[in-house]
């Protein structure tokens, strides 16, 4: 006899616990009125500082880009790896639907470590600016100017005698995924010294449009760590005003989009989640990809929520290491 499908994915009460309050959180700092209550979310953004120390595993400093927009990235370079050749080079951008978190928040410096150590890579996270206080497009400029920075700039710590950033990788969860495909669109056009991209690591990615997918529809309020009714406000406070979701970098590849991937557009592999509200537009988001004629893959993890990565005691999430690590191997030996 057929089993129905679960209704939620099978969690730890701790899990469940940590989901709920950041739910929670979340909600009671965003304002009806569009904006953020900022105060409120530094009780709860706990910041981790960069280390130095020689028995540190990975060793992390941060880089100031611009000042002006307080525009940095935190280094991570791994002291324990004993691989004679250079290591890759991965550029994080975190999620937070384009208005919270930073490169320093606690679960992002974790998971970045954990990228540095377990890949093993170079790893630099970039603290774009928020919104709703800067909107479309300064996240994307903020990104690719990081690009620019690192191609052209000697950065203090960075030995290119131990990282090839001829063998760069853009990557990003949620927001930040939405964020590397559009600085990967940029990055594509544009001659560096040195810098190559050469992979698109879309984790869950953040894309949308007007018309409501079945994943929305059925998950729209059991969404683990996202509901749509986030979804829908971190649209507004993100996209120009009188924008809609059909807006070009919201929905990619819909009726408003332009967009058309050249030659140099770089591989990419997608990781979606069963109980992910934006599943749906994710794969929209691959399929468009392979339309496009890019190398694209798609990984799935059916007991999955938006978010499961940040939690290593899930076995989703070594996974989701071991593919990325295979991914960045392939790409590197293929080119």
Not at 17 to 37: K, Q, W
Not at 68 to 74: A, E, G, I, T, V
Not at 122 to 137: D, F, G, L
Request: glycine content about 6%.
């Amino acid at each position: 006899m057929a089993q129905n499908p679960p209704t939620s994915p099978n969690l730890t009460c701790k899990v469940r616990l940590l989901l709920s309050i950041l739910t929670i959180v979340i909600d009671a700092t965003r304002r009806s009125n569009g904006t953020v209550n900022r105060r409120l979310i530094s009780l709860f953004d706990f910041k981790a500082s960069h280390s130095n120390k020689p028995n540190d595993p990975v060793k992390t400093s941060d880089v100031m880009v611009d000042p002006s927009r307080n525009l940095w990235f935190r280094l991570y370079i791994p002291t324990t790896t004993d691989v004679a050749a250079k290591l890759p080079l991965v550029i994080y951008f975190h999620g937070g639907g384009f208005v919270f978190f930073s490169a320093n928040s606690q679960p992002y410096n974790d998971l970045c470590k954990r990228l540095a150590t377990e890949l093993p890579a170079v790893v630099t996270s970039v603290n774009y600016r928020h919104a709703p206080e800067h909107r479309y497009p300064s996240q994307y400029e903020d990104g690719f100017d990081v690009l620019k920075f690192i191609d052209t700039t000697r950065i203090e710590g960075l030995d290119l005698n131990k990282v090839d950033i001829t063998r760069c990788f853009l990557a990003g969860d949620s927001a930040g995924g939405n964020l590397a495909h559009h600085v990967a669109i940029k990055a594509s056009n544009h001659e560096f010294c040195q810098m190559r991209v050469m992979g698109l690591i879309a984790i869950q990615p953040f894309f949308g449009g007007k018309e409501r997918t079945e994943s929305e529809t059925r998950l729209a309020k059991k969404g683990l760590a996202i509901t749509l009714e986030q979804t829908d406000w971190y649209w507004k406070a993100f996209l120009p005003e009188g924008s809609d979701r059909d807006h070009a970098v919201a929905n990619v590849f819909g009726p408003e989009s332009r967009c058309v991937l050249g030659v140099k557009f770089p591989a990419t592999i997608v990781f979606v989640g069963g109980f992910d509200p934006l599943k749906d537009w994710q794969k929209i988001y691959y399929q468009g990809l392979m339309k496009n004629r890019i190398q694209a893959y798609l990984i799935e993890y059916p007991n999955s929520f938006h978010g499961f990565y940040a939690f290593p005691e899930l076995k989703e999430s070594s996974f989701f290491i071991k593919e990325v690590k295979d991914f960045i191997d392939k790409q590197s030996t293929c080119q």
